[in-house]
């Protein structure tokens, strides 16, 4: 069922947020640290963990498939909202961090196919 997606991607959310705001008292910062991220890196392990270790009816694994693939533009929209004028007005540390996470991604792409692959090459 569906709305057992919904309350799995409700938990994460809440969890995450809970977990950025934590994190951001610790470094003493006033603000969510990471919160989303770590929603949706919850998200992937208990939507994997449900269906590898509860036998779920297809209907109930049918709606936490759907709502995890929704979280991708959920989270989309909540970074649109956050202020990108302020972050990039306060230096270029915003900017250097922005870059180096976008070129570490696309390095990891060519490890990543290899580790889907188990090491061996198509060629």
């Known amino acids: 069922m569906v709305i057992y997606g919904v309350a799995l991607l409700s938990f994460c959310m809440l969890a995450g947020v809970f977990v950025g705001d934590v994190l951001g008292e610790l470094i003493g910062v006033q603000a969510n640290v990471g919160g989303v991220g770590f929603a949706m890196l919850l998200l992937i392990v ?66 990543l196919d290899r580790i889907g692959k188990g090491g061996r090459s198509d060629s």
Do not use: C, D, H
């Open 46 to 111: 208990l939507s994997n963990l449900s269906s590898q270790r509860f036998k779920l009816k297809p209907m109930t694994e049918s709606g936490i498939g759907f709502w995890s693939a929704m979280y991708i533009p959920i989270v989309v929209a909540m970074a649109a909202r956050q202020n990108v004028i302020a972050a990039l007005s306060s230096g270029w540390m915003a900017i250097i961090a922005g870059v180096a996470a976008v070129a570490a991604s696309f390095a990891m792409i060519p490890v």
